[in-house]
């Protein structure tokens, strides 16, 4: 827990504090990942992604009580937002189409059940990155992650959602058209989003997204360190803008996103040939 920001401390307090009260016995093992364990977690734009391990499968009434716990959660801390998944070790150890359908929470609601996925960014943040708060060290708990499946998967999510996410931002009148002139967690979003698949791409690692930022700077030519620098302002929180005119920024942040999808399929051509 030396490495968790105070403010996540106090949340998993209080969270722990209620899942003992209401669910004894039932926890084994819980982790952290994503921005939290990347050093890069802001509160009110990150949430507090983990992964939970349980003892045995959840009942039906047990899962209504862990939707309780989730929505006193949201309440009491609704800036620092829980996202996990609950599962049981087996989940994580185990390759299998039999593999268990998990209950996910986001936003403090139960979101549905899917299954943990062993070659998903998320996996290879927690098996490389992930911090132990209760129960077995991550790096005992057996599982791999397919790094040449797992890179495909990010060409395909490159390629059909974060260039579908341009077009449509391109689109007149649309809802992401008029959006991305002022909602300032679209230019982040989008800037910062494909700036991190460039990194993993390049550097066959993951990052922050001002960590991919910082990257970029030093990679990209320097025609698109403003739309950077903007992306990494608007994600830090820092009030004072680097454009005078939105649509000046809307228009680079465009063209640096096209620019970055190019790159990173370039990339990938290259590296299949290596």
Not at 20 to 33: A, D, G, Q
Not at 115 to 120: A, E, G, L, M
Request: net charge positive; with cysteine; proline share 2%.
């Amino acid at each position: 827990m030396n490495h968790i920001p105070t403010r996540i401390k106090e949340v998993l307090n209080v969270y722990f504090d209620l899942f003992v009260s209401k669910l004894p016995h039932l926890l084994e093992s819980y982790y952290l990942y994503g921005s939290t364990s990347l050093g890069e977690y802001y509160e009110g734009q990150s949430d507090i992604d983990f992964i939970a391990v349980m003892k045995r499968e959840m009942n039906e009434a047990e899962i209504h009580i862990l939707k309780e716990i989730h929505h006193e959660m949201q309440k009491g801390f609704p800036h620092s937002i829980l996202d996990g998944l609950y599962l049981l070790k087996d989940d994580l150890e185990t390759v299998s189409k039999t593999t268990n359908l998990c209950p996910y929470f986001n936003d403090g609601k139960l979101q549905g059940f899917k299954k943990f996925d062993h070659n998903s960014i998320d996996a290879f943040q927690l098996k490389k990155y992930g911090i132990t708060v209760k129960g077995e060290k991550i790096e005992n708990v057996n599982f791999d992650v397919n790094w040449d499946v797992l890179i495909e998967n990010m060409r395909m999510n490159l390629n059909t959602y974060w260039r579908g996410w341009t077009n449509d931002c391109k689109k007149f009148l649309t809802l992401k058209y008029i959006g991305i002139f002022f909602n300032l967690g679209m230019i982040e979003w989008g800037v910062l989003g494909v700036s991190r698949l460039f990194y993993t791409f390049r550097e066959k690692d993951i990052t922050t997204k001002v960590g991919a930022g910082e990257y970029a700077l030093r990679t990209v030519p320097q025609k698109w360190y403003k739309i950077i620098n903007e992306s990494m302002r608007l994600r830090k929180g820092n009030k004072k803008s680097f454009y005078k005119s939105i649509f000046e920024r809307r228009k680079e942040a465009l063209a640096y996103m096209e620019f970055i999808i190019q790159e990173c399929n370039h990339l990938l051509v290259e590296n299949k040939r290596d």
